[in-house]
Every structure is written in structure tokens, then in C-alpha cells.
């Protein structure tokens, strides 16, 4: 029963490549994040979607797109992969698009060789 | 520019011994959330607890509580009784409210718990 799930955990793969990272919830939330974590451990804002509109979309390349088929699903989408991409990707949720508690995905490790 | 602050990188603590964390933020609004989350080396994300800016009574979760000044703008993790599984990185991260749901991060404190 878990409740924000991600596929994969991990990812490796080779600059240039494109590749997908899946999240799901079965909170029943209306709104979903993507943070990237860097090697430093920081933790900075990509996207966001309530009801599957995009609210949020910080100064992130557009090589990163994400799209949300329905209100359970998030997923990122990153073209041309390169070696600064590598970091771990959250997946997070939350009822309300301001003023709420988030509730984050295990996390996928992407690295790029 | 940088909202959340952790001024400790690293803290360490004896086992059932008490802790106190530090977080400084910087915003405008008056109405905000702020947030602790603990990251063990499993990488998941764990929600410790939740302020809400317009409640004047401190949050507390078993034998984690806060110290929220808000003048201050200061809002510190209190762990009593620490224990082995508490060992983790702890972010604190605040809710600005005009921002979307933006959650600022601060850079964490790594926590080690001793036996």
C-alpha cells in the first residue's frame, strides 16, 4: 500500500540517451511535484501539476518535460541526457497546491556515464 | 537566494540523550507552513513534523517538537531520547503560500546518533 511509488529506483545510462522516470499516488492528491537532489543533497523544485495542469515550471531545461495523463500519475520525461543531470529524483504529492504537507516517493538515482 | 537555513552541517548526539536542530527563514508572508524531514540512508523522504505559521502553540510528535519563534524566524527540531533509527539527514523546508507549493529546502543537518 505504499503511497507515492516511482519506477525506476535506479537508472544508469549513457549521455544522449533518453530516458523516463514514472511516479504514481493513491492518496487521492490533486497535485504532484518533481524535486531533483543534487550530489550536495539539495533539494530544489522542477515541476508541479494539480489535476493535471502544470503549475509550477522552474528554470529547468527544456530537455526535462513532464507530463501527467491523469491526476495519480507524474512522470519525467528527460531527452539527451547529460553527465549534470546525474542526481536522485523525487517524486512528491499533496491534496492542496499551497499550504500542505508533501509526501515524497523513495527517490530514482539517475546517473549518466 | 537562499529562505531556509541550517546552520549545522553535521550534529552528533548519545543515544536517549536530547538534541536540538537549528533552521533560520527568511519571507514576508504571514501565512506559511514549515516542515522537518528526515532522510535516513535509505533515501526516503520522511515527514518528522509540521508548523503552521498562525498557530501560536508549538508542534510536537512523540519525541520530536519544535521551538517556533516566529519574530525570530527561527524554527529548531527538538529529538529526546534519541535513538539509533533517528540517525539520518534532517531538512527543514518552509511552505510560502503565494508560492505554489514550493517547498525551500535548507542544505540539511547530518545527524549521528551514538550508542
Known amino acids: 500500500d505504499t503511497a507515492v511509488s516511482q519506477t525506476p529506483k535506479y537508472l544508469v545510462t549513457q549521455m544522449g540517451n533518453d530516458k523516463s522516470i514514472k511516479c504514481e499516488q493513491n492518496l487521492g492528491h490533486d497535485t504532484m511535484y518533481w524535486y531533483k537532489q543534487d550530489s550536495k543533497k539539495f533539494l530544489k523544485i522542477m515541476f508541479s501539476y494539480n489535476n493535471k495542469e502544470l503549475i509550477i515550471n522552474e528554470t529547468v531545461p527544456n530537455r526535462f518535460s513532464p507530463k501527467s495523463p491523469d491526476k495519480a500519475h507524474l512522470n519525467l520525461h528527460i531527452n539527451s541526457l547529460e553527465l549534470g543531470d546525474s542526481a536522485v529524483y523525487f517524486c512528491?504529492?499533496?491534496?492542496?497546491?499551497?499550504?500542505?504537507?508533501?509526501?515524497f516517493g523513495p527517490g530514482t538515482r539517475l546517473t549518466v556515464l | 537566494a537562499q529562505t531556509v537555513t541550517q546552520s549545522q552541517p553535521e550534529m552528533s548526539v548519545q543515544e536517549a540523550e536530547t538534541v536540538t536542530l537549528s533552521c533560520t527563514y527568511d519571507?514576508?508572508?504571514?501565512?506559511?507552513?514549515l516542515f522537518w524531514y528526515k532522510q535516513p540512508p535509505s533515501r526516503q523522504m520522511i515527514l518528522v513534523i509540521r508548523?503552521?505559521?498562525?498557530?501560536?502553540q508549538n508542534a510536537t510528535e512523540n519525541r520530536f517538537s519544535v521551538n517556533f519563534q516566529k519574530a525570530a524566524k527561527s524554527f529548531s527540531l527538538k529529538i529526546s531520547d534519541s535513538q539509533l533509527g533517528d540517525a539520518a539527514m534532517y531538512f527543514c523546508a518552509s511552505d510560502r503560500g503565494s508560492t505554489l507549493g514550493r517547498l525551500y529546502f535548507g542544505r540539511g543537518t547530518q545527524l549521528t546518533v551514538w550508542p
Open positions: 508548523q503552521e505559521a498562525y498557530k501560536q
Open positions: 512528491a504529492s499533496s491534496q492542496l497546491t499551497r499550504l500542505d504537507t508533501q509526501y
Open positions: 519571507t514576508s508572508e504571514s501565512d506559511y507552513y
